[in-house]
T-cell receptor, first 111, second 113 residues
Framework: GEDVEQSLFLSVREGDSSVINCTYTDSSSTYLYWYKQEPGAGLQLLTYIFSNMDMKQDQRLTVLLNKKDKHLSLRIADTQTGDSAIYFCAARFSNFNKFYFGSGTKLNVKP | EPEVTQTPSHQVTQMGQEVILRCVPISNHLYFYWYRQILGQKVEFLVSFYNNEISEKSEIFDDQFSVERPDGSNFTLKIRSTKLEDSAMYFC???????????FGPGTRLTVT
């Protein structure tokens, strides 16, 4: 069945790059998303990628997709303290509209 | 920038009571969703709604749950007789007809005592 998994925590120093990883289990065409959740706030869409792409870059964010391993990563360059949040990976499989979410990775950025 | 809004931000209710969670999706969006996140667990899909009817629902969305779009702007989730295990953060989301992006509201934290 469909599933999305993420590591739970990541701690980096300000100015370093952060890499948040995600794996998914469905093999059909898929849209994969990254959402950011700050304390007390909703889920903010950061970026998404279709499963026929390998990479997508948007300013400090780079999404890499390894289709063979069904592995998705979000790289944040020059991480700032304002990037501290929970980052959710989500997948939309085939013809379904619903999203499957990972557990979220809590990113802690130390000054 | 338009955004999805939800009210209330926090609702406390007693077990067995009915609750209605409210959402105002982005105005030109056509698909509407409810998700929930029990503390410490994943965000889970509950239901999707399009053209005034449910298009898909999960196993969680049993007879205790219902959704409605009572007017042109609101989208509601009703839980008829709340249980302790309904305590969670409930997120509303919406999207346009031809987009792959779902936009989420800030959530309503429901606490059932």
């Amino acid at each position: 069945g469909e599933d999305v998994e993420q590591s739970l925590f990541l701690s980096v120093r300000e100015g370093d790059s952060s890499v948040i990883n995600c794996t998914y289990t469905d093999s059909s065409s898929t849209y994969l998303y990254w959402y950011k959740q700050e304390p007390g706030a909703g889920l903010q869409l950061l970026t998404y990628i279709f499963s026929n792409m390998d990479m997508k870059q948007d300013q400090r964010l780079t999404v890499l997709l390894n289709k063979k391993d069904k592995h998705l990563s979000l790289r944040i360059a020059d991480t700032q303290t304002g990037d501290s949040a929970i980052y959710f990976c989500a997948a939309r499989f085939s013809n379904f509209n619903k999203f499957y979410f990972g557990s979220g990775t809590k990113l802690n950025v130390k000054p | 920038e338009p955004e999805v809004t939800q009210t209330p931000s926090h609702q406390v209710t007693q077990m067995g009571q009915e609750v209605i969670l409210r959402c105002v999706p982005i105005s030109n969006h056509l698909y509407f969703y409810w998700y929930r996140q029990i503390l410490g667990q994943k965000v889970e899909f509950l239901v999707s709604f399009y053209n005034n009817e449910i298009s898909e629902k999960s196993e969680i969305f049993d007879d205790q749950f219902s959704v409605e779009r009572p007017d042109g702007s609101n989208f509601t989730l009703k839980i008829r007789s709340t249980k302790l295990e309904d305590s969670a953060m409930y997120f509303c989301a919406s999207k346009t007809g031809d987009s792959y992006e779902q936009y989420f509201g800030p959530g309503t934290r429901l606490t059932v005592t």
